[in-house]
């Protein structure tokens, strides 16, 4: 018996190439869960919670089966579970688990990387820790793309990766993804969401394979499985007849009670129908003994060892409890005289093999699911012998030829499929803009969106009226997400959590904490990262900095002298200009927003000014004591950030790079109420 293979866990197909981090992604399965997604995400940006919630940029966008429950905005920081647009997909259940992913490095926007992953396991613990699953990936580098000459390996990357573009676009019109598509009309914040999605759709459209190359990559938009699967056999592995064909299962169909079962039978006949597979062909069957639903029936099992089909249990280590959840068929020659699998192919994806995975388009009552099939090359049915380069099959399916189920009494049933409610449909708003005001913070609906048919829950889950300019007043801190019902159900439906989006253009964020210098420095100098453990722990408030924070109108320590603060303050405008003039041109609206936030965090937060430091009991407005300090010598040291020496090369005087960053210093001015003083600049210069 062959040992059995233990691939990397899922979680580890996120860790980006060398020099890059995770830039955006698209992931779909029939479910996920926080656990495995904090994971996953976590490994594809390298930052932990506690920076990716500071941060409140999205990095994942999800869309799952409408029956699964939502995963609340800001429970896995830069993960955004996308609802479904409504009730009546074009296919029965989103089965399909596909990541296109994108990476980049931080400082060179010209290098970045694409990566494709179709896997037959969900985005769950239990696929990692319970499940046998299969996966497989492809990853292409921008400089392969944009090279002149390419090899037929390189065409076929690009064709497999192109075709998942082109399911993801499809797909995404299934989910409500404003706030990570690119709309001219979109209000900065809301751009900030969606700039790297825009990036990871502008690199994928460079993909142009050859007009001839088929790709590997298969989904049931349009046709089922059953109907693609002879004709890409042939394009990927040749057109030669096969004696064996093996299929693998998590789940089988059900409601059948004699003859052999269908979809392998169907299967099989549409293969020697395309004169792939011989019609004495071994056909093998790997099941788990305790879910086999039809196949555990009396007549269905007589009918299959009449047909001299085999069952096998899948491979597994001694004292392995996981439970085989893979799909795959797998097809090649055994000739008497050799080990290696001649002509063989292999198939692997989400459809299981039933008549609503394997048998039926979504437009007859199937479910959208994606693999792929490809050329399997390289392999031997058993092991081959230290000197052997052929790999035993059992090393990359869960195959083990030694275990056979002869007995009708070892196979059970199993329960059948669930019955599933729809739990989550989108609302009307995509989401909430925060709007703090002089005296009350606001929540208010996006611009072209109406809200008009759904009820907004407050903090108390209260129903809440819209004022005269059509927001809603909102006690209390910032929230991550805001509950929403639909005027037609009643209060004990099921909620949908929308999102909230600060004036900073951060999602479902926690709110902004004091810092000081030092603390802001390292904010900048990390982007466009986040240090992990720089303002506040994940559960636990952090400490007020000593002597950093003076509270409006409180005695405080004594004023520095005014040289003292000017070498302070050059001391930041330093760092800023450093960090801002290599700034890649894609990162520039981000970097602004960064900036902005950065600096409003050293001075005055008005969130913190009208209800209180909640959790430090501070009821004044509160600002450092630099931008204190900053006050009575009169200097508005930021306007120097607008002058060329301080800008990357692209950022001209007009240009919306410049008016972006203006924007930001301006507010930022107001904010340290230091937009009317002299100009860092000239006091200096006249200082000599």
Request: aromatic letters at 6%; a negative charge.
């Amino acid at each position: 018996m062959a040992a059995p293979h233990l691939p990397p866990s899922l979680v580890e197909h996120a860790a980006p190439p060398t020099d890059m981090t995770g830039h955006a992604g698209w992931i779909c399965g029939f479910s996920a869960d926080a656990d495995f997604m904090e994971a996953f995400v976590e490994r594809f940006t390298g930052q932990g919670r506690s920076a990716r919630a500071e941060l409140g940029r999205t990095f994942i966008g999800l869309c799952l089966d409408r029956s699964q429950e939502q995963i609340p905005p800001g429970d896995v920081p830069g993960v955004l579970h996308l609802p479904a647009r409504n009730d009546a997909p074009p296919y029965r259940l989103m089965h399909a688990k596909v990541a296109l992913l994108a990476f980049r490095n931080p400082t060179d926007e010209s290098k970045w990387a694409l990566r494709l992953l179709v896997t037959t396991g969900n985005w769950t613990r239990q696929t990692t820790e319970d499940s046998i699953d299969l996966v497989w990936r492809i990853d292409l580098a921008a400089e392969d793309v944009l090279a002149r000459e390419s090899d037929d390996a390189l065409e076929q990357h690009m064709a497999d990766i192109a075709a998942a573009r082109d399911f993801w676009r499809w797909l995404r019109q299934q989910y409500q993804c404003r706030l990570l598509e690119g709309d001219a009309r979109a209000e900065k914040a809301r751009e900030i969401q969606g700039a790297a999605f825009a990036e990871l759709d502008r690199w994928t459209n460079r993909l142009k394979p050859r007009p001839n190359t088929t790709p590997r990559f298969i989904d049931t938009r349009e046709q089922a499985l059953i109907v693609q699967m002879a004709n890409r056999v042939k394009t990927h592995a040749g057109s030669q007849r096969r004696n064996n064909l093996v299929l693998g299962s998590g789940f089988w169909e059900g409601g059948q009670t004699a003859g052999l079962p269908l979809v392998p039978r169907t299967i099989a006949k549409a293969l020697i129908d395309a004169s792939l597979l011989t019609r004495s062909a071994k056909i093998t069957l790997v099941v788990e003994s305790d879910k086999c639903a039809a196949l555990a029936e009396e007549l269905v099992f007589n009918s299959m060892r009449e047909a001299k089909w085999s069952l096998l249990r899948p491979l597994k280590a001694d004292g392995d409890m996981r439970r085989l959840h893979a799909k795959f068929l797998f097809s090649a020659n055994r000739q008497a005289d050799g080990k290696a699998c001649a002509s063989a192919w292999v198939y692997l994806g989400s459809g299981n093999l039933t008549p609503a995975g394997f048998l039926a388009a979504p437009s007859r009552g199937g479910n959208l699911e994606a693999g792929v099939i490809m050329v399997a090359d390289g392999l031997s049915w058993e092991p081959a012998g230290t000197k052997s380069q052929l790999t035993p099959v059992g090393h990359v399916l869960p195959v083990d030829w030694d275990a056979h189920i002869t007995d009708l009494s070892a196979l059970t049933a199993g329960d059948g499929p669930p019955d599933r409610d729809t739990r989550f449909i989108a609302s009307p708003v995509s989401h909430f803009v925060w709007k703090p005001g002089e005296m009350a913070n606001f929540l208010a609906v996006p611009q072209g969106e109406d809200a008009t048919g759904i009820i907004i829950l407050g903090p108390s889950n209260q129903a809440l009226t819209p004022n005269g300019s059509g927001h809603f007043l909102w006690e209390g801190e910032q929230p991550a997400h805001v509950g929403v019902r639909r005027l037609d159900q009643n209060e004990g439906a099921s909620t949908v959590l929308v999102p909230v989006l600060d004036h900073y253009g951060r999602l479902a964020a926690r709110p902004l904490e004091p810092i000081d210098l030092e603390q802001a420095i390292e904010l900048l100098d990390s982007f466009p990262a986040v240090p992990e453990g720089g303002n506040a722990g994940d559960d636990e408030d952090p400490p007020a900095p000593p002597d950093t924070r003076i509270s409006s109108g409180a005695v405080g320590p004594a004023t520095p002298d005014a040289r003292y603060v000017i070498r302070r303050t050059m001391k930041l405008i330093e760092a800023i200009a450093e960090r801002q003039t290599m700034v890649p041109k894609a990162d520039w609206t981000s970097w602004t927003q960064r900036l902005q936030c950065v600096l409003t965090q050293l001075g005055n937060l008005p969130e913190l000014e009208k209800l209180g430091r909640r959790r430090h009991d501070v009821k004044e407005p509160t600002r450092s004591a630099l931008v204190e300090a900053l006050l009575p010598i009169k200097i508005n040291p930021l306007s120097c950030l607008r002058e060329p020496p301080f800008l990357p090369d692209y950022v001209k005087r007009g240009s919306t790079e410049f008016l972006a960053l203006d924007q930001a210093l301006s507010a930022v001015e107001a904010n340290w109420e230091v937009a009317k003083f002299d100009r860092l600049e000239s006091r200096v210069s006249d200082g000599g």
